[in-house]
């Protein structure tokens, strides 16, 4: 069963610019929302995380945006480089973290 | 440090052959444990995972079954491999009551 939804399934940016991938949860239990960065032949890497105690977190480049009452968040990658392509996944988890559910994955290429 | 290991990286196997897929977490004690499958261009499909030693849940029933013999080794099985059971198996832990998964480095199996 599907939990998270997470859209668009791919993204074509240029150089320089903001990728913005967006995902919907529904189970009000989860209370920690990551977000993954795959690169090809290799298995998925923690790239930044947020708890809805907060509306905001970012990392370098990378920010997650919450909104709680929507049951939505989003990664915005700044200054997108030809290195940010990757395919990303959102999830999230209840507090006990036995069932991190993932969405689809969104596959981002920056064009140099 | 904790490190996650698998092996093989690659594997092509005859249909009805058997298959055995290890995972060893080193650095922590008592870690939850997870093998994923990915099949090409898709999400990360939960198969078990298991949150102590010969503790199993299932999550797809299908061909596969877990077993983990001792508290940082997760082996994925089966007797016979269908061409269906193709794809990228990716293997995760994280601390009891931790955050983020920890994913290994996957293996590619190809069923023929």
């Known amino acids: 069963q599907q939990q998270v939804k997470q859209s668009p399934q791919s993204l074509i940016v240029q150089k320089g610019g903001i990728s913005i991938i967006n995902c919907a949860y529904e189970n009000t239990a989860f209370d920690y929302f990551p977000w993954y960065q795959q690169f090809p032949g290799k298995g998925p890497a923690l790239l930044i995380a947020i708890r809805p105690d907060v509306s905001e977190k970012k990392e370098g480049r990378f920010t997650i945006s919450f909104n709680k009452s929507a049951k939505q968040f989003s990664l915005h990658i700044m200054d997108s480089q030809p290195g940010d392509s990757a395919t990303y996944f959102c999830a999230a988890s209840p507090p006990n973290n036995n069932d991190m559910r993932f969405g689809a994955g969104t596959r981002l290429t920056v064009k140099p | 440090s904790q490190t996650i290991h698998q092996w093989p990286a690659t594997l092509v196997q005859p249909v009805g052959s058997p298959l055995s897929l290890e995972c060893t977490v080193e650095g922590t004690s008592n870690p939850n444990l997870y093998w994923y499958r990915q099949a090409a261009g898709r999400g990360l499909q939960l198969l078990f995972y298991s949150v102590g030693i010969g503790q199993i849940s299932s999550e797809v029933p299908q061909n596969l079954s877990a077993s983990r013999p001792q508290d940082r080794q997760f082996i994925l099985s089966s007797k016979k491999l269908l061409l269906s059971d193709s794809g990228f198996y990716l293997c995760?832990?994280?601390?009891?009551?931790?955050?983020?998964?920890?994913f290994g480095s996957g293996t590619r199996l190809t069923v023929v």
């Open positions: 995760a832990w994280t601390r009891q009551g931790g955050d983020g998964y920890t």
